[in-house]
């Protein structure tokens, strides 16, 4: 018989509990992008930032070829990381980067989420080759994109089949905050979706500015 206790599962995910790699947010990797708008793109992607930024995520930014093809990072994920290394390869998979191998296992964490452009090319390069040597992976499928929708949809099948476990930018914010009476990381939370949570946020606005309401009675 089950019984039932008030802890969280262990496979949410908490400041604690992982690394977020960022891989390619790039200029040119942007202009190809067909299977999400390139303003949700971005939208998401400064969400996950700043929400890894603000709980203290170790996070790991790297791009491609950034000066002789593909462009800076979006300043989206700059202004959330000021001042932060960036990694810049040339292999197409992160994950056979050396610089990029020392880095992982500086944060030494085992359970890592990855986000990034494309997600056919380099994001399942990293994600199958984490997965083959053990680590938990998890991707958050509306801060990646691909030349197509196929592309992009079929990628998340197969890393899916793989073994990696897909989320979304939103959830991701919020399994961080996961409790609203959390007050230290109240306003950030809800901060972040006043600005990049679309309706959600829209929501958070109205509810606070026309009845003084908010999450948890906060």
């Given amino acids: 018989m089950s019984i039932a206790k008030a802890v969280p599962a262990k496979a949410l995910l908490s400041p604690a509990n992982h690394a977020l790699v960022l ?47 593909s462009g800076p990072m979006f300043d989206e994920i ?4 000021p001042g932060h290394a960036v990694i810049d390869r040339t292999s197409m998979n992160t994950w056979e980067d050396e610089n990029i191998a020392i880095e992982i296992n500086r944060i030494d964490r085992n359970r890592l989420v990855l ?15 984490a997965l083959e040597q ?12 691909d030349v197509s929708t196929a592309a992009h949809e079929f990628a998340m099948q197969r890393m899916i089949q793989a073994g990696a476990r897909p ?7 919020l399994e961080l905050q996961r409790d609203w009476a959390r007050g230290e990381t109240y306003g950030l939370t809800t901060g972040i979706a006043r600005t990049n949570g679309g309706a959600y946020g829209l929501g958070i606005v109205y509810a606070s500015t026309m009845f003084s309401a908010s999450e948890g009675g906060h």
């Fill in 23 to 69: 891989i390619d947010f790039q200029s040119q990797m942007a202009f190809a992008t067909k299977s999400i708008d390139a303003v949700e793109l971005r939208n998401n992607a400064a969400l996950i930032s700043q929400a890894a930024a603000g709980f203290k995520v170790p996070t790991v930014l790297t791009t491609v070829a950034e000066k002789s093809f």
């Fill in 78 to 81: 700059k202004a959330a990381f």
């Fill in 115 to 129: 986000a990034g452009l494309w997600t056919s090319v380099c994001i399942v390069g990293p994600v199958l080759s």
């Fill in 134 to 145: 053990g680590f938990e992976v998890y991707v958050i499928a509306d801060a990646c994109g």
């Fill in 167 to 173: 989320m979304t930018s939103l959830q991701y914010l």
